[in-house]
């Protein structure tokens, strides 16, 4: 029976026609939400065949998980493992292979942080991003990595355009409204309070709690703009692009702080230029591999967790190696909990008898990515092919070039195309992701390229979709700076968290920095000696 | 009425409807490239504008003899002009290219589709009709095949497209003409028909006198000189221009070289690396598939092996086969020495693990970010690797340092940031004018003083010196360093050329 269940996760394949009658060849990803639907529905626990002991356990691979085990890796503590439900680590930040090119499966880049973020700067560092240090000691980074221009444009009214906001035939209001939003995300990143905290910061945790901007949190972006009278069009649509891309959410899902993060935060000083960005063709991936490669044997993929009960002294760890079909009970003195909340809520054994009332806090936006592998570029009209290419006044977020960074302009490539399915209720929109088969997301995201790309069809050569049904917590009004969230992130005896849920927002910066504190407060409570990357 | 006649009469006109479509397809596949789809496509719409004419007839009640004789006189002006209108709407507007092309492939289709219903309906009662469906039908066909092997046999060699159309209209119009006295019974008064068709007749007479200045007016009228070949790649349009004894090289309307004064060009890239170096045996070359940085290159006795990248598999099998280009490199791509390769030149650096003595960077000028990114640190640091770490050397064409000063510097500087000890220099070529280039050096280097070779045309020793000195109207700009991730080179070399232009 489980090891039934475990079969149901990684990729199934699918083979369909265009509407105009192509064939063409594909897959869907992300089975592993069937899995864990029976995993809900599974009475009691199994009982173990095997029993290990081990100081650490870490539940969860996605970049948290393996920021914890990179950190213990630093340290010197080598007993560890790492459980993974899917066959394959990285979590958002997977990615997959293909014949042109590797690609992301979500996230696909990294803003160049300040050097205050020294964990982030060494991870960089191990990774090959940086190349040296300038004569005032700060970081040069590789110039392959730094995303090649042309970098971004936008398909407006059956041109692309430069930049991500057109501005074609713009009413001289609507272009006042948007220079006031610069300036006013501006100001912003200049701000600081009385201990010197910048009012909005990276990680998150570094942000003043000063009320004169938490006290944003409790309103919409969108109320927000409109308090300031920041209307017009374009301005909602820049600003709410925005939004859908970092968060999956609308204006009105989004909290004010959280919108006003996404700009202030990247900005050094209200002068300097926003921060240039890292990529690779994996996106996030690259981190996610070179982690991967550190963490060794020591982790293991399609590793169920079933249920996390502490003991006297010690956690106990009940999971299912699907490898194998056999269920494992690891006694961990500590374990850091890196699972998405949801899950988290299914496993944590004190939860199941009361449950606490953060629980049902976190909702998640539902995510569609599909990876479309085209034999060559398709034409366009305008600004010549980018990295980032969006279209305005569509549900999706466009498309990233996976080939981009490889520096090629010619032959095949591969697209990454983005669509958060951004409903006020995100169960029904859930059921409509999962519901919705592959030939229709076919059908839809070539309706949607149709009228940039006249003639894509005939490229495409493979169209692969990956479901996220839990693609990320969304920041909404009053939920970052509420009680829920900071009740939740509080560890549960020997067991850490850590997830960009406990940040309500699903940031690489987010991920690594929660995987290194949690791996820190092990490493502290174990008496360890060792030099902290973030405090 | 004589019968026969009017069986010649079909011949005539079956044989200028297909050639009309053959114009059509050939004209399509010259410029938008792509054969199987232009033929397909225009084909299609022709046969089934036929068909809509064929069943249009059905609504033409009275003067049939009257209304052919129009239709003859209709599809000669159209089917006559439409190359030089085909050729004059892609010089004019490109984007329109399409409407235009199947716009008039749907008007010729379906004034053809009337011709023979009407001739059948004029002869209905003259011939029995068992007969007449045969013969008309026969003669039709036999006009097909008549119109396809002389249109790639004798037509387009010796006539071009232009005076091709032109000619066949012309026919067409002098048929339609003749016709209004073979079907004189039919006719009112023939009058009115014979000054439309006169009118016809003169118009065509004039294009195909002028034919030669409505060739000029098309695209092939964006060059100087008359285009002796042109190819859509899947990179680029390559086009051929020659006047007198030279010829020119234009890809996407930039001039490449003039045969005139090339050998300025090439032996100032090519020479002063070797006159620093006269003993290099492996040798790389970037771009440059026209083959003659390489005759430059291969003249050194101590070259052993050339590597030559260029993107475009058309260019470097054009400087291989063409008479022209091929008589002007001096055969150096089939020299046994070299080894070409088809591929992104930034692409290729980055899997490349061997090392050269000499390298020779010779691509368009960074007018879009695609070219734009060969002329950035990380290419030139990729190229540095490339190089043997205490001879190598690299000479760069780097635009023009008067027309386009910023741009030449920024280049120079931007190799510097990638590692390169850099000597800037300059050459006269007239075509281009004062003409810029860049040694780098991966470790320092003496300026050149004396060139290896005593046979070049352009250079000596004191000359050879001279390219290296730069008037003070050439001297150095601050500019930013060409980086992946900024692309300033082709900000700069836009706004100093807008200024020329």
């Known amino acids: 029976m489980l ?63 393996l920021s914890a085990a990179w950190t213990f890796e630093r340290a010197g503590l080598r007993d560890f493992t790492v459980l993974e439900l899917e066959d394959a680590p990285g979590g958002t930040a997977r990615f997959g292979t293909g014949p042109v090119s590797p690609y992301p499966w979500a996230a696909h880049y990294v803003p160049v942080p300040p050097s205050s973020n020294r964990a982030l700067v060494a991870l960089l560092e191990e990774v090959g991003a940086i190349t040296g240090r300038d004569p005032a000691g700060a970081p040069v980074y590789a110039e392959d990595v730094l995303v090649r221009e042309p970098e971004e444009r936008v398909f407006f009214r059956g041109e692309w355009y430069e930049g991500l906001l057109p501005r074609a035939g713009i009413e001289p209001e609507d272009a006042e409204a948007l220079h006031r939003f610069e300036a006013r995300m501006r100001a912003f990143a200049g701000e600081r309070d009385a201990a010197g905290r910048r009012a909005f910061d990276l990680p998150r945790r570094r942000s003043s709690p000063d009320p004169r901007w938490t006290g944003l949190d409790a309103l919409s972006f969108g109320d927000w703009l409109e308090r300031e009278g920041l209307r017009g069009e ?3 649509w820049f600003a709410e692009y925005g939004t859908r891309d970092d968060f999956g959410a609308t204006l009105a899902q989004t909290s004010a702080w959280a919108g006003i993060h996404y700009y202030a935060a990247r900005l050094a000083t209200p002068d300097s230029e926003s921060a240039d960005v890292l990529t690779w063709p994996e996106g996030n991936g690259r981190l996610v591999s070179h982690l991967a490669s550190r963490a060794g044997v020591r982790l293991r993929t399609r590793a169920l967790v079933l249920d996390v009960t502490p003991r006297e002294g010690s956690v106990d760890v009940t999971w299912l190696d699907a490898a194998l079909g056999e269920t494992v009970l690891t006694r961990a003195e500590h374990v850091v909990c890196a699972l998405p909340r949801f899950l988290a809520a299914r496993v944590i054994a004190p939860w199941q008898e009361r449950p606490p009332a953060f629980l049902g806090e976190t909702v998640y936006t539902p995510w569609m990515v599909a990876n479309l592998t085209l034999s060559d570029r398709p034409r366009s009209h305008g600004y010549p092919l980018c990295w980032d290419n969006v279209l305005y006044g569509s549900p999706s977020l466009g498309y990233v070039v996976a080939t981009h960074q490889s520096g090629g302009d010619h032959g095949a490539t591969v697209f990454t195309y983005y669509w958060p399915l951004v409903d006020d209720d995100p169960r029904r929109a859930r059921e409509e992701l999962l519901a919705t088969n592959w030939e229709t997301w076919m059908a839809r995201i ?3 390229l149709r009228r940039a790309h006249p003639g894509l069809e005939s490229l495409i050569e493979r169209v692969d979709v990956y479901l996220w049904g839990h693609a990320m917590a969304r920041p909404r009004p009053g939920f970052l700076w509420g009680e829920a969230l900071r009740e939740s992130a509080r560890p549960l005896g020997r067991i850490h968290f850590a997830h960009t849920d406990l940040s309500g927002m699903a940031l690489c910066e987010e991920a690594q920095d929660w995987g290194v504190r949690a791996a820190e407060a092990v490493l502290r409570a174990r008496g360890a000696t060792f030099t902290s990357l973030v405090s | 009425m004589r019968t026969p006649a009017v069986y010649l009469t079909v011949l005539v006109i079956a044989t200028c409807g297909l050639v009309y479509e053959l114009v059509a397809g050939t004209l399509a596949s010259y410029v938008l490239g792509d ?3 232009q033929f397909s496509t225009v084909i299609g719409a022709y046969l089934s504008a036929m ?19 129009q239709v003859e006189f209709a599809v000669a002006l159209i089917g006559g002009l439409s190359a030089p209108a085909l050729f004059l709407a892609f010089g004019a507007a490109p984007d329109l290219f399409r409407l235009v092309l199947y716009g008039l492939v749907l008007v010729i289709g379906i004034l053809v589709g009337l011709e023979i219903p009407l001739v059948l309906r004029l002869l209905k009662d003259v011939v029995e009709f068992k007969d007449l469906v045969a013969r008309v039908l026969a003669v039709d066909y036999l006009g097909a095949l008549f119109a396809s092997v002389l249109f790639p046999i004798v037509m387009v060699p010796e006539l071009g497209l232009v005076r091709t159309s032109v000619l066949l209209g012309l026919l067409n119009a002098v048929v ?43 695209e092939e009228g964006l060059y100087a000189d008359p285009v002796v070949y042109t190819k859509s790649t899947r990179y680029q349009r390559i086009v051929m221009t020659r006047t007198g004894h030279h010829f020119q090289l234009f890809l996407n309307g930039q001039l490449q070289f003039s045969s005139a004064d090339e050998y300025r060009y090439h032996e100032a890239l090519v020479q002063p690396a070797f006159a620093a170096r006269p003993q290099a045996g492996r040798v790389l070359i970037l771009g440059g598939g026209d083959g003659l940085a390489a005759r430059e290159v291969l003249k050194h006795a101590g070259v052993r092996e050339l590597v030559l990248v260029d993107l475009d598999p058309e260019m470097t099998r054009l400087a291989k086969d063409n008479v022209m280009l091929r008589e002007l490199n001096a055969g150096a791509l089939s020299d046994p020495r070299v080894q070409v390769v088809n591929e992104d030149a930034l692409i290729w650096l980055q899997h490349e693990r061997s090392l050269f003595d000499l390298a020779f960077v010779d691509f368009p000028d960074p007018h879009s970010h695609s070219l734009g990114k060969l002329y950035t640190s990380h290419f030139y640091a990729l190229l540095r690797r490339r190089l043997d770490p205490e001879l190598g050397l690299a000479a760069v064409q780097s635009t023009s340092p008067l027309l386009a000063r910023r741009s030449f510097w920024c280049i120079n500087r931007t190799m510097e940031a990638a590692g390169f000890f850099v000597r800037p220099y300059h050459a006269l070529v007239p075509s281009f004018g004062e003409w810029g280039f860049a040694l780098g050096g991966v470790s320092p280097f003496e300026t050149p ?22 008037g003070p109207d050439m001297g150095p700009l601050p500019a930013e360093v060409n980086r992946l991730n900024n692309q300033v080179l082709v900000r700069y070399y836009e706004e100093e050329w807008r200024r020329w232009n």
């Open chain 2, 176 to 218: 339609g003409l003749w016709s209004t006295w073979l079907f004189r019974p039919l006719l009112g008064s023939p009058g009115l028909l014979r000054a439309q068709g006169a009118v016809a007749c003169a118009i065509l007479t004039a294009a195909f006198a002028y034919s030669d200045r409505l060739t000029e007016l098309s």
């Open chain 2, 449 to 470: 003083a004396e060139p290896a070779l005593a046979s070049l045309r352009s250079l000596d020793g004191p000359s050879l010196r001279a390219l290296f000195v730069l």
């Open chain 2, 51 to 69: 068909g809509i004419g064929s069943w249009l007839s059905g609504y033409l009640q009275r003067g049939i003899a009257f209304r052919f004789v």
């Open chain 1, 446 to 448: 070539l309706g949607d």
């Open chain 2, 35 to 37: 054969s199987v789809t």
């Open chain 1, 3 to 65: 090891a039934a269940l475990a079969g149901a996760a990684g990729a199934s394949a699918c083979v369909g026609r265009t509407p105009s009658g192509r064939r063409v060849a594909g897959s869907i990803v992300g089975g592993a939400h069937a899995l864990g639907h029976r995993l809900r529905d599974l009475g009691s626990l199994p009982l173990p065949s095997r029993r290990e002991e081990i100081p650490v356990a870490i539940l969860g691979a996605g970049l948290a998980g």
């Open chain 1, 234 to 236: 374009r301005l909602r």
